[in-house]
């Protein structure tokens, strides 16, 4: 037992913590880096947006002063292109939770393999992770677009398979890699202790997984994996390389409409904005997860 009030001992060596929390090891290699700089860190707050809506504001005159008085209002544009932008970014938001309802579904059961007993099952599933996890998204993205079928037959009925379904699929690869690293880590994360007391209570391995281990890591893994999903959304534009009909994709086609160049920042600075209102929620609500769960030394 450590000393109550002693110096806590370095972490890459011995430890009287047989784990650290996730959240706690990221924030301690925060503060690691941040003694290095010498200053704190950037963190996405309430400023970021802000300055994306001043900066919105500002390319708007900018583009108005550039297109002159004859034309509409490039704020008038925007208003008026709204319901096609929205909607572009309401399939964005659909693609990122489907591809991550799925990647965590799948992702969950390769991270338990990567734990298993036999020798053949955690080997291939730790290639499997690292492959999908090291592989660029947009490889990915384009082999599930261009070797997956357009159409599936089903009990004599021709079933389209559509574009923007192909992408979702292509995204999750990657989340199930990463998704089931969360898992491996949270589970080895468990105070060894926990797995000698259910096995003294005659718990099999499956009970110990599911009735004593993994609630324990629900609380772990929740950080990064809402940190997964916030780098999802933003990572759906990618669909937009292959046609999909998502945010990015309708502002190119109300570029393309209007005909206007001097639209090009202002659009774009719109589409980022709405990135950010989505995904500041998520990232603030992370931080307060690491804050809450981090272990106290």
Partial sequence: MSRRGGPP???????????????????????????????????????????????????????????GAAKEPVLEVIVRWLPVLLEGFLFNIVISVLAMAFGTLVGTWLGLMQISLLLPVRAGSWVVTQFFRNAPWLVLLFYCMFLLPFELRILGLTVPFPDWLK???????????????????????????????????????RQVLWMIILPQCVKRMLPPWMNLYAILTMATVLASVVGVSEMMTQAGRVLAAENRPELLIPIYSFVLLCFFLYCYPIARWTVALERRFQVRL
Avoid at 15 to 43: C, F, I, S
Avoid at 174 to 184: C, F, G, K
Avoid at 186 to 197: D, L
């Fill in 9 to 67: 001992r370095d972490l890459a060596g011995e430890t009287d913590l047989p784990v650290l929390l996730p959240a706690a090891a990221a924030l301690q290699h925060r503060a690691r880096r941040e003694r290095e700089l010498g200053a704190a860190l950037p963190r996405l707050t309430w400023r970021h947006g802000l300055v994306l809506l001043l900066g919105l504001l500002v390319s708007a005159g900018l583009a108005q002063a550039q297109a």
């Fill in 167 to 205: 992408a979702t699929i292509g995204l999750s690869l990657p989340v199930v890699a990463n998704v089931s690293e969360i898992v491996r880590g949270a589970v080895n994360s468990i105070p060894s202790g926990q797995w000698e007391a259910s096995e003294s209570l005659a718990f099999n391995r």
